[in-house]
């Protein structure tokens, strides 16, 4: 079964002011220092060169013409003589670089992150991050970290995304659907604290590199001893042990790509498999053609154990149908059951053995011994 891709909606102009404004109040934050500084410097320096200067003439100082000095003063032009004030001498040698780091450093840093933040530079990344509290980070954009988000953010959850490759697959993906992704290496000593690790609920671990899982993983919780650990591993010995000494969720590719694989090669009209302990359960889809007409969704599941996910009929789709609903002849109706059991519902349906390819290659159709064979 083919997996087609929804984009989430985009966020609402409410929602947008809400994170623009989210976005602007953690940039104040950051920069209180700067802005405070800056303040004093604009509202305090006015004032002295108002009492220790004076214009042309011997005339008192106006409160705009100090302010216009300052100013001016960053760029290294004064426009009041203080030349006979020791103070004025000393405020006209101290402004300009001060006032110079201060702006430049601050001001314009502070209004280039908030207007460029498209950008996607690592300032910005961290600045987003601080404003999100149980979110999720993915490391590792590739084919699994990208499915990975797409579900974490289909069900609502804040996702940050860390990828070492400028030019990953899917990273132009990602940045069209807003996903704040901060590429940087994961195991430089500031990568974890720029995605808020500390305010994570969990991190999913899924480079293609499993020594670098391992690593971010206990970088992870050195930082949030809390956080909820995912990882992805290739080698099958290490995710027992993960498991048990790490406390932590290990998944290997092979072993739940195997029983996919090996049921697709026995039996295409399996879409979805896993295991639940020692059991091997799969999803299928059914068409109610023989034995199921007339049959409700309580006595399927009493007498073979099937659940029913999802009922189809026609144009409409009734997820988690009632017990007492009845199938009618045509309806396609989606099963999960342990495999033994799916076997011997197929049995009663009177397609014990899987479908075979037709000569033109484009249907299934039954093989002519198949008929109500048992279970095979």
């Known amino acids: 079964m083919m997996h087609t891709h929804t984009s989430p909606l985009r966020p609402s102009p409410r929602r947008r002011l809400a994170i623009n404004l989210r976005y602007f109040w953690a940039l104040l934050r950051r920069f209180r220092t700067t802005l405070m500084l800056t303040a004093v410097l604009f509202l305090g320096a006015p004032p002295l060169f108002q009492w220790r200067c004076e214009v042309p003439g ?56 908030f207007f460029a933040k498209h950008k996607s530079d690592k300032e910005w990344i961290e600045v987003i991050a601080e404003t999100l509290k149980g979110h999720v980070i993915v490391c590792g954009a590739g084919r699994v970290g990208y499915r990975v988000v797409d579900q974490l953010r289909a069900m609502g959850k804040d996702v940050v995304v860390v990828e070492k490759r400028e030019d990953g697959a899917f990273v132009g993906v990602l940045r069209d659907e807003q996903v704040p992704l ?38 992870a919780r050195r930082f949030n001893p809390s956080i909820r650990v995912v990882i992805r591993l290739f080698d099958d010995d290490l995710v027992a042990k993960v498991r048990d000494t790490f406390k932590a969720e290990a998944l290997s590719s092979s ?33 109610a053609r023989t034995g199921l007409p007339g049959t409700s969704i ?23 149908p009632s017990g007492d609903e009845r199938m009618q002849t045509g309806d396609l109706v989606t099963m999960q059951a342990e495999y033994s059991d799916y076997r011997r519902l197929r049995a009663f349906t009177g397609e014990a053995q899987p479908p075979i390819w037709s000569d033109n290659e484009t249907a299934f159709q039954l093989p002519a011994d198949s008929k109500r064979t048992g279970t095979d």
């Open 182 to 219: 901060l590429i940087d290496d994961i195991r430089s000593p500031q990568c974890l604290p720029r995605t808020n690790v500390k305010a994570a609920s969990a991190i999913v671990c899924a480079t293609d590199d499993d020594l670098a899982n391992l690593n971010i993983a206990l970088d």
């Open 255 to 287: 072993s739940l790509a195997a029983p996919a694989m090996a049921l697709a090669a026995l039996d295409p009209r399996i879409v979805h498999s896993f295991r639940i302990g020692r059991h091997l359960m799969v999803v299928s889809v059914f068409e």
């Open 298 to 320: 309580s006595e399927v599941r009493d007498r073979f154990g099937a659940l029913t996910l999802a009922l189809r009929r026609g144009d409409t789709e009734k997820l988690h």
């Open 58 to 113: 011997g005339e008192p100082v106006p409160a705009g013409k100090a302010l216009q000095h300052v100013y001016f003063l960053l760029f290294g032009q004064p426009s009041l003589d203080c030349s006979n004030d020791w103070m004025g001498i000393a405020l006209n040698m101290l402004i300009p670089p001060v006032g110079i780091a201060l702006v430049v450093d601050g001001v314009v840093r502070f209004a280039y992150l």
